[in-house]
Each structure stands twice: as structure tokens, then as C-alpha cells.
T-cell receptor, first 114, second 109 residues
Framework: NAGVTQTPKFQVLKTGQSMTLQCAQDMNHNSMYWYRQDPGMGLRLIYYSASEGTTDKGEVPNGYNVSRLNKREFSLRLESAAPSQTSVYFC?????????????FGPGTRLLVL | GQSLEQPSEVTAVEGAIVQINCTYQTSGFYGLSWYQQHDGGAPTFLSYNALDGLEETGRFSSFLSRSDSYGYLLLQELQMKDSASYFCAVSSTDSTLTFGKGTMLLVSP
């Protein structure tokens, strides 16, 4: 039981390049989330998917797109990377959104945009 | 919108007790959670309060006062391994968690 997995672990991009961050969970959770974490800023929600087939914007969605590929997988795409998107990206999942359900986090993807 | 306030840093010695406070302003409040994050690692869940009062889990306890929009995390018998960042997070009825900026706890011998 791997929990939440993310790929890649590290990535360096040049401004304007695109990439997709992959996330998968094997806990049969309904809800999945993408956060970014910057120094001194805590975790900020980019997009989330409360259930398979739905996606919604979070606090900082600009410059990102998401796809809930199936119940297990939730990807985050940067179409044209900018230095401001240098950050650590965490994916999380929970059985049922809302109600204080524990969120389980992946190990993170460290992204540097030059 | 949501906003949470917690101290940026707290220091303590091994064996001591430390309290990390969190105040929040939110609409659609459902509950208050606490997460721990060691440097470079993934956040991990510690506790959750939906109702007023104290929840105890081993050395960690968490308290909530909904009327005061206030909660705290209490860590007892501090150990070096408790050095980490601690985040309070508000669960909202829109199915999301909003995190505070985190409190870095430094435990010294």
C-alpha cells in the first residue's frame, strides 16, 4: 500500500516550457488536491477534485490546469512555466471532502523554473 | 475568504510543554485540523476538532473554541524529534482545507 505517490520528485524547467506533475493514490479515496508550498506561505490550494469527474479552482489556480484521469489519478499541468511557479508541489487525497477527513499527502515535487 | 494566524516560531527544551495557538476567520467553518511537517517532508495529520473542547492523542492534545474562533495544539514531554513545522487548517463546507502559514517548533536539549 503506497498511499499517495508523485512523479517526478525534482524538475528543472526553463521559462515557457510545459510539464505535467503526476499523482496517484491507492486508498480508494474520492477526493484529491494539489497544493503549492512556498517559504513562509504555508500550503495553498491550487485545484481540487471532490469526486471523480469534477474539478474546482482553489486559492491560486492561475497558470495551472488539472485532469482527474480516473479515481486514482489527478495530474497538474503547467502549460507555460514561469519563475513564480518555482515551488514545492504536494498532492493529497481524502476519502470524502469536507467533514474533517484526514488528508494524506504525497512526498512532493520540487520544481525550479529558470 | 479564510484567514488563519499562528506564531511563526516557538522554541522549547526537551521534556517541556509547548502550546501553539491558532486564530481563524472563515465562512462555512466545519472544523480545525493540525498537521506536522518535518523539513523537506510531507505534511502528516495530527488531530481534528469539530466541537468545542479538548482532544487528546498521546503526547499531543488539541483544543477548539468555536465561539472565539480559536484553537491550540499542546505538545507535552517534548522530544527532539518534535522539531518540525506545525500547521493549523480550517475545514470548510466547500470541501477544502485552508492552511495557516505554519509554526516552526525548535526543541533544544
Amino acid at each position: 500500500n503506497a498511499g499517495v505517490t508523485q512523479t517526478p520528485k525534482f524538475q528543472v524547467l526553463k521559462t515557457g516550457q510545459s510539464m505535467t506533475l503526476q499523482c496517484a493514490q491507492d486508498m480508494n479515496h474520492n477526493s484529491m488536491y494539489w497544493y503549492r508550498q512556498d517559504p513562509g506561505m504555508g500550503l495553498r490550494l491550487i485545484y481540487y477534485s471532490a469526486s471523480e469527474g469534477t474539478t474546482d479552482k482553489g486559492e491560486v489556480p492561475n497558470g495551472y490546469n488539472v485532469s482527474r484521469l480516473n479515481k486514482r489519478e489527478f495530474s497538474l499541468r503547467l502549460e507555460s512555466a514561469a519563475p513564480s511557479q518555482t515551488s514545492v508541489y504536494f498532492c493529497a487525497s481524502t476519502q470524502l471532502a469536507g467533514g474533517g477527513e484526514t488528508q494524506y499527502f504525497g512526498p512532493g515535487t520540487r520544481l525550479l523554473v529558470l | 475568504g479564510q484567514s488563519l494566524e499562528q506564531p511563526s516560531e516557538v522554541t522549547a527544551v526537551e521534556g517541556a510543554i509547548v502550546q501553539i495557538n491558532c486564530t481563524y476567520q472563515t465562512s462555512g467553518f466545519y472544523g480545525l485540523s493540525w498537521y506536522q511537517q518535518h523539513d523537506g517532508g510531507a505534511p502528516t495529520f495530527l488531530s481534528y476538532n469539530a466541537l468545542d473542547g479538548l482532544e487528546e492523542t498521546g503526547r499531543f492534545s488539541s483544543f477548539l473554541s468555536r465561539s472565539d474562533s480559536y484553537g491550540y495544539l499542546l505538545l507535552q514531554e517534548l522530544q527532539m524529534k518534535d522539531s518540525a513545522s506545525y500547521f493549523c487548517a480550517v475545514s470548510s463546507t466547500d470541501s477544502t482545507l485552508t492552511f495557516g502559514k505554519g509554526t516552526m517548533l525548535l526543541v533544544s536539549p
